[in-house]
């Protein structure tokens, strides 16, 4: 992989301080992560009391993706000029906000609460800006460290939905929404305190030195910024099939008579799967690269979406969830090992946001379509098809960097930043 051949001959700058700083970053986005899931585990409860449509909802939980994307970039260059620990401290405070915000019950205030504070100024502000930090940390096993930092959505998955739905059917949704507001800020500002600032990367040997002015600063044989929209492009396909079942797997369930709690043990389960399995694609992708990783990924995704079409039997979706999790699990941090493999660390802080805002801008439009498709033809067989046919999509487009960048058995030969 690229980034490991820059470090040649150089000193890795990767040391238990390494692994402590992300295993750090895995607690605070164990508790960041949750969030968004207090409306998937509460959608059929929480539209029954507000008396609103399915897509409602659905648009407000894909506000809080897209905010998270957009945000990363304000937020990702707010904390190269204020502080990594500032920046964290104000998303988990908006977090917080935005969750009380959105208790209140009404539209707008789920609307302004879950998208611009809970979204844009909260997980805007925490995860992307960590992200780009533990990648600092990293040269040599960058992908696997990636990996297990974004498995914080699946901690969190496996972790709040079980305990959400007790609480929801005990107190209320409007309660546990509060009530987690204080978790947030009671976990993560204290968290901040062991952020340590990364260390500084080796320069470029010579030889790499060599190598990248030759190469001209072109990417996959494109100008650098050409290769980014192509990413971009292939991020938003890639997210929208993956939303629709984490986005409505509990009320899809809950549709077709699945006991409410056992519906949320199955999101749990596909969580946990897409966990366990994240750590492995984190490792592959150290040793083929990111784009290799994600077209893996991604052909593994297209099966399992395709199979939510073909069973509606309890033991039947809990193994196509499991599938699922087990395919979808490597694919978002594989776009960040990607943007490290083709481009400077010096570029990270703008570049990493930015496909990972048009990685949750699919997130949230797949989230959204999934819930307008529902309302309008009353079951969900159409979204699972609508999400095949943008798998293939991304596929493709995917397909295509990577037979520019040498196809499958070449990794990526262009030298970058560590």
């Given at each position: 992989?690229?980034g490991?051949?820059?470090?040649?001959?150089?000193?890795?700058?990767?040391?238990?301080?390494?692994?402590?700083?992300?295993?750090?970053?895995?607690?605070?986005?164990?508790?960041?992560?949750?969030?968004?899931?207090?409306?998937?585990?509460?959608?059929?409860?929480?539209?029954?009391a507000?008396?609103?449509?399915?897509?409602?909802l659905?648009?407000?939980?894909?506000?809080?993706?897209?905010?998270?994307?957009?945000?990363?970039?304000?937020?990702?260059?707010?904390?190269?000029?204020?502080?990594?620990?500032?920046?964290?401290?104000?998303g988990?405070?908006?977090?917080?906000?935005?969750?009380?915000?959105?208790?209140?019950?009404s539209i707008w205030?789920?609307?302004?609460?879950?998208?611009?504070?809970?979204?844009?100024?909260?997980?805007?502000?925490?995860?992307?800006?960590?992200?780009?930090?533990?990648s600092?940390?990293?040269?040599?096993?960058?992908?696997t460290?990636?990996?297990?930092?974004?498995?914080?959505?699946?901690?969190?998955?496996?972790l709040?939905?079980?305990?959400?739905?007790?609480?929801?059917?005990?107190?209320?949704?409007?309660?546990?929404?509060?009530?987690?507001a204080?978790?947030?800020?009671?976990v993560?500002?204290?968290?901040?305190?062991?952020?340590?600032?990364?260390?500084?990367?080796?320069?470029?040997?010579?030889?790499?030195?060599a190598?990248a002015?030759?190469?001209?600063?072109?990417?996959?044989?494109?100008?650098?910024?050409?290769?980014?929209a192509?990413?971009?492009?292939?991020?938003?396909?890639?997210?929208?099939?993956?939303?629709?079942p984490?986005?409505?797997?509990?009320?899809?369930?809950?549709?077709?008579?699945?006991?409410?709690?056992?519906?949320?043990?199955?999101?749990?389960?596909?969580?946990?799967?897409?966990?366990?399995?994240?750590?492995?694609?984190?490792?592959?992708?150290?040793?083929?690269?990111?784009?290799?990783?994600i077209?893996a990924?991604?052909?593994?995704?297209?099966?399992?979406i395709a199979l939510?079409?073909t069973?509606?039997d309890?033991?039947?979706?809990?193994?196509?969830?499991t599938?699922?999790?087990?395919?979808?699990?490597?694919?978002i941090?594989?776009?960040?090992?990607?943007?490290?493999?083709?481009?400077?660390?010096?570029?990270?802080?703008?570049?990493?946001?930015?496909?990972?805002?048009?990685?949750?801008?699919?997130?949230?439009?797949?989230?959204?379509?999934?819930?307008f498709?529902?309302?309008?033809?009353a079951?969900?067989?159409?979204?699972?098809?609508?999400?095949?046919?943008?798998?293939?999509?991304?596929?493709?487009?995917?397909?295509?960097l990577?037979?520019r960048?040498?196809?499958l058995?070449?990794?990526?030969?262009?030298?970058?930043?560590?």
């Amino acid at each position: 992989m690229a980034g490991a051949a820059d470090t040649a001959g150089h000193r890795s700058v990767e040391g238990r301080a390494s692994w402590r700083a992300a295993w750090i970053t895995l607690g605070i986005l164990s508790i960041s992560f949750g969030s968004p899931l207090l409306i998937v585990v509460g959608m059929k409860p929480m539209q029954e009391a507000l008396g609103t449509e399915r897509a409602v909802l659905a648009l407000a939980g894909a506000l809080v993706w897209v905010g998270t994307g957009a945000g990363g970039i304000l937020m990702g260059w707010l904390a190269d000029r204020i502080g990594l620990r500032t920046t964290i401290a104000i998303g988990a405070c908006m977090i917080a906000g935005g969750l009380a915000l959105s208790s209140t019950g009404s539209i707008w205030a789920l609307y302004v609460g879950q998208g611009l504070m809970v979204g844009f100024l909260g997980s805007g502000g925490v995860y992307p800006p960590l992200l780009v930090y533990v990648s600092r940390w990293f040269d040599r096993r960058r992908g696997t460290a990636i990996a297990l930092i974004s498995s914080g959505q699946y901690v969190a998955g496996v972790l709040w939905p079980t305990l959400f739905e007790r609480g929801i059917s005990s107190v209320g949704w409007q309660l546990v929404m509060l009530s987690y507001a204080g978790v947030v800020l009671a976990v993560i500002l204290p968290a901040t305190l062991l952020l340590r600032s990364p260390p500084i990367a080796p320069p470029l040997s010579k030889q790499a030195q060599a190598a990248a002015a030759k190469a001209g600063r072109r990417v996959a044989g494109l100008p650098p910024n050409v290769a980014q929209a192509i990413l971009c492009v292939a991020a938003f396909c890639c997210c929208i099939p993956m939303s629709v079942p984490q986005a409505h797997l509990v009320a899809f369930c809950s549709d077709i008579g699945i006991n409410p709690t056992r519906s949320a043990v199955m999101l749990s389960v596909m969580l946990a799967a897409a966990f366990v399995a994240r750590q492995a694609w984190g490792a592959l992708a150290d040793r083929i690269g990111g784009l290799r990783t994600i077209l893996a990924g991604s052909a593994c995704q297209a099966v399992a979406i395709a199979l939510f079409l073909t069973t509606q039997d309890e033991v039947g979706l809990f193994a196509v969830a499991t599938a699922f999790g087990l395919g979808f699990a490597g694919i978002i941090p594989s776009y960040s090992v990607a943007v490290r493999d083709l481009f400077p660390s010096s570029e990270a802080s703008w570049r990493m946001p930015l496909t990972l805002f048009t990685a949750m801008s699919g997130m949230a439009f797949g989230s959204w379509f999934a819930g307008f498709i529902y309302d309008h033809f009353a079951y969900y067989a159409p979204a699972f098809g609508i999400g095949v046919a943008f798998n293939i999509l991304n596929l493709t487009i995917i397909g295509f960097l990577v037979f520019r960048t040498g196809g499958l058995k070449h990794r990526p030969v262009w030298p970058v930043a560590a």
